[in-house]
């Protein structure tokens, strides 16, 4: 009576997976939106499904939205087969960031076993580039802007991306211009 005999049923395994996309390059003092993608392609139902990413050094968490309203790490509960789910995360950006690049790393985990592990995690670098500089008031001085997609000349949006990675853009990119009074 030395033997002894156990039953092990094999099930399927779900394959939980995660992106995560956002900007490739931000500013001091501006914010950052990501978004993380979990799907369950199956063929099993995942539970206990679980984001986590935490927040890295140089930025703050604002927000998350979409199936996730918390700060991390979010319980997104069961999945099944052939669902997704999405967060969107909003970060600012220190004002003193003396880090040149922000590496921002999630990790999806499951209550059941995953038949792709390697799948389980993204990244995703932001650089952190200086502020757009331009003569916006027409003094001949380089101001700094404060959102450098938008600048608000004379009360008139003067729109337009402005490139730089800590570079002078020009003097007087974004003159000032009369807004016309009395037509």
């Known amino acids: 009576n030395n033997i002894a005999s156990a039953t092990t049923t094999i099930g399927d395994a779900a394959d939980l997976s995660i992106t995560k996309t956002g900007p ?58 052939g669902t997704t789910r999405t967060i969107t995360a909003t970060y600012t950006v220190a004002g003193g960031t003396a ?46 802007l404060p959102d450098p997609s938008q600048a608000q000349v004379d009360g008139a949006a003067a729109l337009g991306e402005l490139h730089g990675v800590g570079d002078e853009i020009g003097r007087n990119l974004l003159q000032p211009h009369p807004v016309a009074e009395n037509l």
Do not use: K
Request: glycine share 10%; charged share 15%; proline share 9%.
């Open 24 to 81: 490739a390059t931000a500013v001091p003092g501006g914010r950052v939106t990501y978004a993380i993608t979990v799907a369950n392609p199956g063929p099993a139902v995942a539970t206990g499904v679980r984001v986590e990413d935490p927040t890295p050094p140089g930025l703050t968490w604002v927000s998350s939205s979409g199936d996730c309203t918390t700060a991390f790490p979010c319980d997104l509960g069961t999945m099944a087969p």
């Open 99 to 144: 880090a040149q690049e922000i590496t921002n790393v999630a990790t999806v985990l499951g209550g059941v076993s995953d038949s792709n592990p390697a799948n389980n995690r993204a990244t995703i670098s932001t650089r952190i580039r200086s502020r757009a500089r331009c003569d916006v008031d027409g003094d001949g001085h380089l101001d700094v």
